[in-house]
């Protein structure tokens, strides 16, 4: 394992082993403590037994401590759970259940808290057998309250130490398991994850290298699946810009190519020919006027198009007119509609119409709109030009001309979009004109129906009549 997976199941196998060992740790004190209270609490009681009968003894009988000793070693039926001492204050043990005794000094803490006339408790190993034992003890006091001897209860911890020792030898294996578990699993959700990160990386070089026919597969449905799924829509999407940028290059090639073509043939006409043909010289400079023109236009769009993508369009703002602009646009264009038999109608308020943007540009919008118009409406159609003022400025340009198809449509605002028209132009009219639109706080739409007739709305924000500079 590398990378990402390496940390993954490393740092989630260290917090589970962390937790899990914090977990059995805490589970087997508490089983240690659990039977050692117990341990505790059966001796105490066995002692204070004992110590009761002590009390009564001399109490009543005024008996020695080494009668009162035997009378208790007498009644003593558990030598097999605990051994029971009678041991002198200086740590000699006098009298044993086990019938041992022993010059060996007892030194316990247990026992010297007794000396002291407390009752004490001890776990430790036993001196002389070197086994881990618990030992209680309680102080055995003559009339005058001095501590005379010791009653001690002593008991084995091997076997509580030995179930300990089972339940930790359990508790790790059920450990061992868990993190065996989890590593397998931990391996397989890093995997579920890493998969298809690695798809998405190797097809993303692949995307980086131009072959954008490479798709991610969607195998989950969750943030990675959405990954996925935006990089195959931007690969889609690049591919679709990528055929347009290939279809907007030989396009404007093949525009650019027909007036130079038509310009270079007829300045060598008039070259080689007869200057003193004066109707043959204008027409053909009148040819080179109009395809220089032309060119003029598609050079115009293009440094647009640049401003626009580079975010260098700057917009001289003003406070106009946009019904007078409007009358002089139509007046200019009406000879041209004019000439291909297209009618121009106009509707508009008899109010001033006052809008806050760049005249200029408006007005390349306008034109560019109209024109589309009459090149795309047949002879003796008309075009409609409405201007409303309500919330919004709007602009409604009807033609009843060849129409757009529904495919076309959603794209028609699109750079370097052309559609399956086959007239002249570069594809980016529209969406510079959507462009500038939108630069002045506005919209355009464009409704239309194949062989019916397309209108194109455009709204702008009304400006204050008080700012137009009339």
């Given at each position: 394992?590398?990378g990402?997976k390496?940390?993954?199941?490393?740092n989630?196998?260290?917090?589970?082993?962390?937790?899990?060992?914090?977990?059995?740790?805490?589970f087997?004190?508490?089983?240690?403590?659990?039977?050692y209270?117990?341990?505790?609490e059966?001796?105490?009681?066995?002692?204070?037994?004992?110590?009761?009968?002590?009390t009564?003894?001399?109490e009543t009988d005024?008996l020695?401590?080494?009668?009162?000793?035997q009378?208790?070693?007498?009644?003593?039926?558990?030598?097999d759970?605990?051994?029971?001492?009678?041991?002198?204050?200086?740590?000699?043990?006098?009298?044993?259940?086990?019938?041992?005794?022993?010059?060996?000094?007892?030194?316990?803490?247990?026992?010297?808290?007794?000396?002291?006339?407390?009752?004490?408790?001890?776990?430790?190993?036993n001196?002389?057998?070197e086994?881990r034992?618990?030992?209680?003890?309680?102080?055995l006091?003559?009339?005058?309250?001095?501590v005379i001897?010791?009653?001690?209860?002593?008991?084995?911890?091997q076997?509580?130490?030995?179930?300990?020792?089972?339940f930790?030898?359990?508790?790790?294996?059920?450990?061992m398991?868990?993190?065996?578990?989890l590593l397998?699993?931990?391996?397989?959700?890093?995997?579920?994850?890493?998969?298809?990160?690695?798809?998405?990386t190797l097809?993303?070089?692949?995307?980086a290298?131009?072959n954008?026919?490479e798709?991610?597969?969607?195998?989950?449905?969750?943030e990675?699946?959405?990954?996925?799924?935006?990089?195959?829509?931007?690969?889609?999407?690049?591919?679709k810009?990528?055929?347009?940028?290939?279809?907007?290059?030989?396009?404007?090639?093949?525009?650019?190519?027909t007036?130079?073509?038509?310009?270079?043939?007829?300045?060598?006409?008039?070259?080689?020919?007869?200057?003193?043909?004066?109707?043959e010289v204008?027409?053909?400079l009148?040819?080179?006027?109009?395809?220089?023109?032309?060119l003029?236009?598609?050079?115009?769009?293009?440094?647009?198009?640049?401003?626009?993508?580079s975010?260098?369009?700057?917009?001289?703002?003003?406070?106009?007119d946009?019904?007078?602009?409007?009358?002089?646009?139509?007046e200019?264009?009406?000879?041209?509609?004019?000439?291909?038999?297209?009618?121009?109608?106009?509707e508009?308020?008899?109010?001033?119409?006052?809008?806050?943007?760049?005249?200029?540009?408006?007005?390349?919008?306008?034109?560019?709109?109209?024109?589309?118009?009459?090149?795309?409406?047949?002879?003796?159609?008309?075009?409609?030009?409405?201007?409303?003022?309500?919330?919004?400025?709007?602009?409604?340009?009807?033609?009843?001309?060849?129409?757009?198809?529904?495919?076309?449509?959603?794209n028609?605002?699109?750079k370097?979009y052309?559609g399956?028209?086959k007239?002249?132009?570069?594809?980016?009219?529209?969406?510079?004109?959507?462009?500038?639109v939108?630069l002045?706080?506005?919209?355009?739409?464009?409704?239309?129906?194949?062989?019916?007739g397309?209108?194109?709305?455009?709204?702008?924000p009304?400006?204050s009549?008080?700012?137009?500079?009339?």
């Open positions: 394992m590398s990402i390496r940390r993954w199941v490393r989630y196998i260290l917090i589970i082993l962390f937790i899990a060992i914090a977990v059995m740790g805490i087997l004190f508490t089983i240690q403590r659990f039977y209270n117990l341990a505790y059966n001796l105490y009681n066995r002692m204070n037994v004992s110590a009761g009968f002590y009564k003894y001399t005024k020695n401590l080494d009668e009162i000793a009378l208790i070693l007498r009644d003593y039926q558990d030598s759970v605990a051994e029971l001492q009678i041991i002198s204050p200086q740590g000699e043990i006098l009298y044993s259940s086990s019938g041992l005794t022993s010059k060996h000094l007892i030194e316990s803490e247990d026992f010297v808290e007794a000396i002291h006339g407390l009752q004490g408790n001890w776990v430790g190993k001196a002389l057998t086994e034992v618990m030992g209680v003890s309680t102080p006091k003559d009339d005058h309250g001095n001897g010791v009653l001690r209860y002593v008991t084995s911890m076997q509580i130490h030995l179930l300990l020792y089972r930790f030898l359990y508790s790790a294996i059920i450990l398991g868990i993190i065996v578990v397998i699993l931990s391996v397989t959700f890093s995997r579920s994850i890493l998969t298809p990160i690695n798809e998405i097809a993303s070089k692949k995307m290298e131009g954008f026919d798709k991610v597969p969607v195998i989950y449905k969750d990675l699946g959405v990954l996925a799924q935006t990089l195959n829509s931007m690969a889609d999407d690049i591919q810009t990528e055929r347009l940028k290939n279809d907007f290059i030989s396009s404007i090639s093949h525009e650019i190519r007036p130079l073509t038509a310009v270079a043939g007829w300045a060598e006409t008039i070259l080689t020919g007869d200057l003193s043909d004066r109707d204008e027409k053909g009148q040819v080179i006027m109009r395809e220089t023109g032309r003029s236009y598609m050079v115009e769009e293009l440094l647009d198009f640049s401003r626009i993508e975010g260098r369009m700057t917009l001289h703002s003003e406070v106009f946009l019904r007078q602009e409007l009358s002089d646009i139509v200019i264009y009406r000879a041209k509609a004019d000439k291909q038999g297209v009618r121009l109608c106009m508009m308020p008899e109010s001033v119409v006052p809008v806050n943007g760049d005249t200029n540009r408006i007005r390349q919008v306008i034109i560019n709109i109209i024109d589309n118009a009459v090149k795309f409406s047949g002879e003796d159609s008309t075009i409609e030009l409405r201007l409303k003022v309500a919330e919004w400025v709007v602009l409604d340009i009807e033609d009843h001309g060849a129409g757009i198809s529904e495919e076309d449509l959603e028609v605002t699109k370097f052309k399956s028209s007239r002249s132009g570069s594809g980016l009219g529209l969406a510079i004109s959507d462009e500038i939108r002045h706080g506005g919209e355009l739409r464009i409704m239309s129906t194949l062989d019916v397309t209108t194109v709305e455009v709204l702008l009304c400006a009549e008080e700012k137009l500079d009339v």
